[in-house]
């Protein structure tokens, strides 16, 4: 069975500071998709990437880089210059391509950014 | 613009209850998914339908059922209400196929007394 472990509960940063959010997931399928998603404190769920398990290039949108690691199965996601607004939970999720369209998630990361 | 409704936002009803929550996508998704959140859990998996007439549980199904008569609606129902079922309720679809990413509402906050 897929199995998603987020170990950083809360993380705490001050503004400006880089963060990473950890992600390690179990598999035995060679062919799956890993999700991150944020939900701010008004509790909506935010899409911000997926990625496939072919595809080991890291990605880069603004802030925001998430490093892909098949290897040690682990999919980070750093922000870089923290702000306030980024201060959320996030979810790593793993999708398997045989199991259907179901989502297995980790149980998130408070992250809190102050000023 | 396409969007994820769900009703009500927030919910509070007494032990034993019905309960529907309502979920409404204007994607012409096929796929459509249940999910509740708890705190030390994330979130899991409660029923999932992939396209009209068609129904499948999920990992925490007990006490809930779904029905699909229609592409745009997937109503959770609650069929008597247990505290163990307060909870933050995620509707979510996607189109089909394997690599689609899977879209979510703004969640209903359910207590149950």
């Known amino acids: 069975a897929q199995k998603v472990t987020q170990a950083q509960t809360e993380i705490s940063v001050v503004e400006k500071e880089d963060v990473t959010l950890d992600c390690v997931y179990e598999t035995r399928d060679t062919t799956y998709y890993l999700f991150w998603y944020k939900q701010p404190p008004s509790g909506e769920l935010v899409f911000l990437i997926r990625r496939n398990s072919f595809d080991e290039q890291n990605e880069i949108s603004g802030r925001y880089s998430w490093n892909f690691q098949k290897s040690t199965s682990s999919f980070n996601f750093t922000i870089t210059a923290s702000q306030v607004v980024d201060s959320a939970v996030y979810f790593c999720?793993?999708?398997?391509?045989?199991?259907?369209?179901?989502?297995?998630f980790g149980t998130g990361t408070q992250l809190k950014v102050e000023l | 613009d396409a969007e994820i409704t769900q009703s009500p936002r927030h919910k509070i009803t007494e032990t034993g209850r019905q309960v529907t929550l309502a979920c409404h996508q204007t994607?012409?998704?096929?796929?459509m998914f249940w999910y509740r959140q708890d705190l030390g859990h994330g979130l899991r998996l409660i029923h999932y339908s992939y396209g009209v007439q068609d129904t499948n549980k999920g990992e925490v199904s007990d006490g809930y059922s779904v029905s699909r008569s229609n592409t745009e609606d997937l109503p959770l129902t609650l069929e008597s209400a247990a505290s163990s079922q307060t909870s933050v309720y995620f509707c979510?679809?996607?189109?089909?196929?394997?690599?689609?990413?899977?879209?979510f509402g703004p969640g209903t906050r359910l207590l149950v007394l």
């Open positions: 979510a679809s996607s189109d089909g196929g394997t690599q689609e990413t899977q879209y």
């Open positions: 999720a793993l999708k398997l391509t045989g199991g259907g369209n179901k989502l297995t």
């Open positions: 994607w012409n998704h096929n796929n």
